[in-house]
């Protein structure tokens, strides 16, 4: 039976946001975030502030180089969680199965109206312009949405003509549609794997679709399923409840200390195995948390959201550790310092070409 999958995913949420509530803020560069003068992080960035290199996880001093002109807003996260469930109301009476897999994004999937896998995938077009107008009607929003036979080509085509764009892949024209874009495009594969794909030669998925060779000695059982990928195939289903929702690690110190080349270590060593146990769930994570519990057991948690999943061990180290400083968290000894990741869903590649 054919399958019909649709991706929607909100353009700048964050800052599209800002700017919808700010009428003067439309078509400035809207960073959302600390501002540079103090330590933070970017959280989010219009279109405007993209162009100067800016995105999610940077820190502000360096966002505030990148775009001089950039106009910071403090986020307001329970507003952009209120503003993603009036959205999802939206998407769910479109009567499709949903998955939602960040405040921002979702998977639908349709019932085929047709038997022919192309054919049905045409009959979802007005469908999506239908979401796509509801949402910029009654929200003041704009979304990109892909349709396409699996969630890993409906999650490229989302991309492909952001922002406001409306992209359908046809089982067709999946081949061709994919080989000029980098290997990083792919579905889990990330900065490791993408190097030692390049050490061999291989740089587009096209240099994979044709690769000779046994892919598996190059990314072990990867190998098999990252071909598959790179011929648009893919037999993933929604996931509907059973996902795993959050990745954390914890220390309790044998003698409480508050030194910080001992905290820094501890923190390194967790993002270095939260970032481990991500990549090889193929996740991202939008919220990044520490714990703290001092001598007298008294425990503090404090997290950010960032509009871009993230799954490098920098990302996550760097966040956590601002998250310690802006709170002075470490006030007095710890005896347990913990960080965690959830949010889960799909990381973002940032530099996905347009096929041409």
Known sequence: MPRVILHLDMDAFYASIEQRDRPELRGKPVIVGS????????????????????????????????????IFIPPRMSHYREESGKIMEIIERTG??????????????????????????????????????EIAFERGLTASIG???N????????????????????ERDKVLFLRTMSIRALHGVGKVTEQVLNKAGVQTIGDLQDYPGDLRALVG?????????ALGEDDRSLELGDDVKSISSEETFERDTA????????????????????KRKQLGAHTVQVKVRYGDFSTLTRQISVEDAISEQNEIYRLGCFLLARDRLVKRPLRLLGLGVSGLSEPTWRQLPLFT
């Open 96 to 133: 499709a199965t949903v998955e939602q897999v960040s405040i921002d994004e979702a998977y639908l999937e349709l019932t085929p109206a047709d038997p022919d896998q192309d054919e049905a995938l045409y009959r979802v077009v007005p469908i999506a312009r239908e979401l796509k107008g």
């Open 221 to 229: 059982s990867f190998g098999a399923r990252l071909k598959q990928f």
């Open 35 to 70: 501002p540079p003068s103090r330590r933070g992080v970017v959280c989010a960035a219009s279109y405007e502030a993209r162009r100067f290199g800016v995105r999610s996880a940077m820190p502000s001093a360096t966002a505030g180089r990148l775009c001089p002109k950039g």
């Open 259 to 278: 030194d910080r080349a001992v905290l820094r270590a501890c923190l390194r060593e967790q993002a270095e195995d939260i970032s481990r146990r991500l």
């Open 151 to 170: 969630k890993l080509l409906a999650k490229l085509a989302s991309d492909f003509r952001k922002p406001n764009g409306l992209t359908l892949i046809t």
């Open 147 to 149: 349709i396409a036979a």
